[in-house]
């Protein structure tokens, strides 16, 4: 019931996000998957994570362990971040984060100023999220 009723609302309220997660969903296809509570994780040729609904992609190269158990979690909390937003995500979550991850400005700031990329609010929040999670386990 948890699964029908998260999935019922990544595709209503969540809409704009989780079409833009299938069509990747869709595009990569042929690369391994498994599904992490209620979302499905994509392992792709990136170095970077993305959370588009209830749709993750993770770099393949990441081995077992607890590397790993980060980055799904993380990705996950931002998962619940889609619930918790519906269409306004993209806007306050998935465009600020994809920014603070690719912008060379912001690289350069973040290791000039010994910044942390965990410590933008938009991945601090699905920290908090997962490390939530990761007590009621």
């Given amino acids: 019931m948890k699964k029908l009723m998260f999935r019922l609302i990544q595709f209503t309220w969540g809409l704009p996000q989780n079409l833009l997660g299938l069509i990747l969903f869709l595009i990569y296809h042929r690369c391994r998957r498994e599904t992490f509570r209620c979302a499905k994780i994509t392992y792709w040729k990136s ?47 998935g465009i600020p984060s994809f920014i603070w991850a690719n912008s060379r400005k912001l690289r350069r700031m973040r290791l000039d100023r010994n910044k942390g990329y965990y410590t933008f609010y938009t991945e601090k929040w699905a920290n908090s999220i997962f490390k939530h999670y990761i007590k009621d386990r």
């Fill in 47 to 93: 170095d970077g994570g993305l959370s588009l609904g209830m749709f993750i992609f993770l770099p393949d190269d990441v081995e077992e362990g607890k590397r790993l158990d980060f980055f799904r979690y993380h990705e996950y909390g931002h998962s619940i971040q889609s619930l918790i937003l519906g269409p306004l995500y993209l806007f306050i979550v």
